[in-house]
């Protein structure tokens, strides 16, 4: 499927011959990802690639010009492969004050009045909040019109599946008690029918498109202050599932990926499938610094909304069971096509239902469509049935999770859908234990971009109140082996990225990153406290601490 991209890949690449290295990792422990070979000791780099493993190998090809550097007996793994994030969006929130750390309403309140009072009438667009964070109940527009009254604020609840607005930003959106909910969405209203300013996934979009577009120069600041964040948390590559297209416009307009170093694999809506195809026929793939060629769609909402798709009700609020984003029949006629034309295809898909969903629309797609490898992914993979979890491995649909969310969820989950439903809630070592590829990422600006924190969410599963010491839900903790496969081996096969990077390997592209200790060997409580102590992309060091 992606013949040109790997074509590009393995023409630029070194000649494994060469008697030289440029840069020769020593002394170091090195985790592989093969199993053939798990663990060596020094790394040897040509160019953007690795082109020998082990300390004889390596010292045989250091010369006078190779630049050497001991890492003193430091843990060195293939860098961090980041499979679900929201790029663009966390990258522009880095300019935004941050809502995600407040503790109550006032703390709130003040931080929004605080940047309307330093820009009048720019918008307010936030980091994410969490009603959890700051007392539970949601906040509305009333709580904060009177410190707004002439600066429109549209800022989005940590999911990204709700987003607050106050007055002036509904006046903007022409958004009053007569506006009908659009299909897959709703605009929460008080008792008197009149909008709060709470508006959930599809009625998102009649705020979005009143908001005026980032200039290119803003957009070029924040990227290249997330993709320094990344290379300081030893992430080389992050995929991004959207589902508007801004993210890829700007990927394909800026340079910095190159000039940076940092991969993308973009992702881009459903139904932009006719048009993406036509990009491809005409210009290929990309390279290997910004890449294209696979499609999201929506199922569903999220649970934080209680808009993630269930059989039946949600526990704290029976009036609903969740919502379909996309109909069920457009979601399955889209599959078909995007597949048809040889897209891979991604499902976000939360709730127990809108898995099942999911899981039968791609059976129908590969039934019609034929045999090939096309690998199949749902994006989150939250609330499984219990006999939901082998179709994974036997359909080849890849789950593409999120570990950090089960320690953040965690806290509040069990209210919104009960107890029983928690068997086959991020059921990781359950998928894994199944045979199913399992990929981990961070849903970035939704949760922390840093992989090691996610590493410890499925190592452990203490949910971040503190309140489940010993896990919640802990027969689904996993190893750090298998977690740290999980943001690199498997990430790079999610891609379709699997023969040139994901492993240490020569001929494979030196994406390396080199962490103070052995997670491999530590407690699952100390894997927060590891550091990043370099990030290699493309034979170059972007970070040393």
């Known amino acids: 499927m992606l013949g040109g991209v790997l074509g590009v890949a393995m023409a630029g690449c070194a000649d494994l011959a060469d008697d030289t290295v440029d840069l020769a990792l020593i002394n170091g422990r090195f985790w592989t990802g093969r199993p053939?070979?798990?663990?060596?000791?020094?790394?040897?780099?040509?160019?953007?690639?690795?082109?020998?493993?082990?300390?004889?190998?390596?010292?045989?090809?250091?010369?006078?010009?190779?630049?050497?550097?001991?890492?003193?007996?430091?843990?060195?793994?293939?860098?961090?492969?980041?499979?679900?994030?929201?790029?663009?969006?966390?990258?522009?929130?880095?300019?935004?004050?941050?809502?995600?750390?407040?503790?109550?309403?006032?703390?709130?309140?003040?931080?929004?009045?605080?940047?309307?009072?330093?820009?009048?009438?720019?918008?307010?667009?936030?980091q994410s909040w969490d009603e959890y964070r700051m007392g539970g109940a949601l906040p509305s527009r009333d709580w904060i019109d009177a410190v707004t009254p002439d600066t429109p604020v549209a800022v989005p609840r940590t999911d990204l599946h709700l987003v607050l607005a106050n007055s002036k930003a509904l006046a903007l959106a022409g958004i009053d008690k007569n506006t009908p909910d659009p299909a897959g969405g709703e605009i929460v209203r008080d008792a008197d029918g009149v909008p709060t300013g709470i508006l959930k996934d599809n009625a998102k979009s009649l705020i979005d498109r009143v908001i005026p577009p980032y200039t290119a120069a803003?957009?070029?600041?924040?990227?290249?202050?997330?993709?320094?964040?990344?290379?300081?948390?030893?992430?080389?590559?992050?995929?991004?599932p959207e589902i508007d297209w801004n993210a890829h416009n700007a990927l394909r307009r800026t340079p910095l990926a190159r000039e940076k170093g940092l991969r993308f694999y973009s992702m881009v809506p459903i139904e932009g499938w006719p048009?993406?195809?036509?990009?491809?026929?005409?210009?290929?793939?990309?390279?290997?610094?910004?890449?294209?060629?696979?499609v999201k769609a929506l199922a569903d909402g999220s649970l934080g909304s209680r808009t993630a798709l269930f059989y039946e009700p949600y526990q704290d609020d029976p009036s609903t069971s969740g919502i379909r984003i996309m109909g069920r029949n457009a979601l399955e006629e889209a599959v078909i096509g995007a597949d048809a034309a040889g897209l891979q295809v991604c499902i976000h898909a939360i709730?127990?239902?809108?898995?099942?969903?999911?899981?039968?629309?791609?059976?129908?797609?590969?039934?019609?469509?034929?045999?090939?490898?096309r690998r199949f992914r749902i994006e989150h993979a939250q609330h499984l049935k219990p006999e939901t979890i082998p179709r994974f491995a036997s359909q080849n649909v890849i789950a593409s999770v999120q570990p950090y969310h089960a320690i953040d969820d965690g806290r509040w989950a069990e209210s919104r859908i009960g107890t029983a439903r928690l068997n086959g809630t991020y059921a990781f070592a359950s998928l894994i234990k199944s045979g199913a590829r399992v990929a981990f990422g961070s849903d970035w600006p939704v949760a922390p971009i840093n992989p090691l924190t996610g590493i410890y969410a499925a190592v452990t599963r203490q949910t971040i109140d503190g309140a489940n010491p010993g896990g919640w839900i802990p027969d689904q903790k996993i190893t750090a082996e298998q977690a740290l496969h999980a943001y690199t081996v498997e990430n790079a096969f999610a891609g379709f990225q699997d023969a040139v990077t994901g492993v240490l390997a020569p001929g494979y592209f030196a994406d390396i990153t080199v962490l103070d200790r052995d997670i491999t060997r530590l407690d699952g409580e100390q894997i927060k406290f590891v550091n990043v102590l370099k990030t290699i992309v493309g034979g170059t060091v972007r970070y040393s601490a």
């Open 351 to 373: 709730g127990d239902r809108a898995n099942d969903d999911a899981l039968d629309i791609f059976q129908s797609a590969a039934d019609i469509n034929g045999p090939r490898d």
């Open 275 to 294: 048009h993406i195809t036509q990009t491809i026929a005409e210009e290929g793939r990309g390279d290997d610094w910004v890449r294209w060629g696979a």
């Open 218 to 240: 803003q957009e070029d600041a924040a990227l290249a202050k997330a993709i320094d964040l990344c290379h300081a948390n030893g992430v080389a590559q992050v995929h991004i």
């Open 36 to 126: 053939s070979m798990p663990m060596t000791d020094a790394l040897g780099i040509n160019s953007a690639y690795i082109t020998a493993l082990g300390n004889d190998a390596v010292r045989s090809k250091i010369t006078v010009k190779t630049q050497v550097i001991d890492l003193d007996g430091a843990f060195a793994i293939p860098a961090f492969i980041d499979s679900h994030t929201h790029f663009l969006k966390a990258a522009v929130a880095l300019l935004q004050p941050d809502l995600l750390s407040v503790k109550n309403k006032s703390e709130f309140v003040a931080r929004i009045a605080a940047v309307a009072k330093r820009n009048p009438g720019a918008w307010i667009l936030g």
